[in-house]
């Protein structure tokens, strides 16, 4: 999720009255609901290297304990250097606290299509739900409006002289809100999953189905459904907001039948790292100066469309099947 999200969530837990169990409270929930994002860093090394380490260690729960600490202990320390009298932090509510936000953190990116490897390092397998838009506004907006709108009736309270609000009652809803719509977006992607599934294809019997969100329409899904012979992208789910053209609108994407090429292609380190990563890798292999040029993508960030597709690999390879060179880019 982006970190407007995340923080807006961590600020929504904060209030329920999580802030009052200790000074510094809400830092320690903020900071932890970004801080797996630290490994953001990783992309100054190159894209490969970004997609390598990206919501990895420091979204595993063995990462984010590790991380809890380091916050506590940060704002523990500012807290000594600077409360001069006042009432000190708990250490350990600290810990608990931003062992909340971190939590918060792998929950919301579990609930989006890219994933998380929740049991890093020891197993190395991603995990996602597949429920929301890596940005998703509805999500987005929800939380935005129940943190704003007790600010707004307090200013209106204080100009017609009456009792304001609750910050808690408002956090505590948002909250609320927020499971119902993953509560709703789940029983869809799964009426989706069944309807995909159930339906004939012309190059076989699907063997996995998968029910991508989409942005704006909070119940419509892009179908991904493999045979063993090709991929096939559909629309699935609440219709609308889309056009009888999309609806009806099926691609087929056949599966190339050059796998030696393929097979010596995915060798390299670039698509091995990919392939770690990708969920529905189609390949496409065409011939080349040098000898064969192999492009692979994920569907799950196909969308679609042909202007310009993310999550792509490219290698090159001789004709002798070696691999000359490999480049990777979102």
Same mark, same amino acid.
């Given at each position: ?88 932090? =708990? ?76 910050? =808690? ?15 709703? =977006? ?62 009806? =609108? ?26 770690? %990563? ?49 480049? %990777?880019?979102?």
């Amino acid at each position: 999720m982006d970190n407007l999200t995340h923080t807006l969530f961590g600020l929504a837990l904060a209030r329920t009255g999580l802030e009052k169990t200790t000074p510094r409270a809400t830092a320690a929930l903020l900071i932890g609901a970004n801080f797996p994002d630290i490994d953001l860093v990783t992309w100054l090394s190159g894209n490969i290297t970004y997609l390598r380490h990206h919501r990895g260690l420091t979204h595993s729960l063995a990462g984010i304990f590790c991380e809890a600490w380091i916050v506590a202990a940060l704002l523990y320390w500012l807290d000594r250097r600077h409360s001069q009298g006042a009432a000190r932090a =708990k250490p350990v509510w600290l810990f608990l606290m931003a062992l909340m936000g971190l939590g918060s953190h792998v929950l919301l990116d579990y609930t989006n299509s890219y994933g998380i490897r929740p049991f890093l390092p020891f197993q190395s397998r991603w995990y996602a739900s597949d429920l929301v838009f890596i940005i998703d506004p509805w999500l987005l907006s929800i939380l935005a409006l129940g943190m704003a709108l007790p600010f707004l009736f307090r200013l209106v309270y204080q100009e017609i002289g009456a009792k304001s609000g609750s910050y =808690k009652l408002s956090a505590t809803l948002t909250l609320l809100v927020v499971m119902a719509f993953w509560g709703c =977006k789940w029983v869809s992607h799964q009426n989706a999953l069944e309807e995909l599934g159930q339906r004939s294809y012309a190059t076989g019997t699907p063997l996995r189905v998968g029910a991508l969100p989409r942005f704006l329409n909070p119940f419509a899904w892009y179908g991904v459904v493999e045979t063993e012979k090709a991929y096939h992208l559909a629309f699935a789910g609440w219709q609308i907001l889309q056009s009888d053209f999309e609806v009806r =609108k099926l691609r087929t994407l056949l599966k190339t039948s050059e796998r030696p090429i393929v097979d010596a292609a995915i060798q390299g380190d670039q698509a091995r790292i990919f392939m770690d %990563f990708a969920r529905y890798p189609l390949f496409q292999v065409t011939p080349a100066p040098e000898g064969y040029e192999v492009i692979s993508r994920d569907l799950r960030f196909d969308f679609a469309t042909s202007i310009r597709r993310g999550f792509l690999c490219r290698i090159l390879l001789d004709r002798n099947l070696k691999i000359v060179s490999e480049r %990777f880019r979102f």
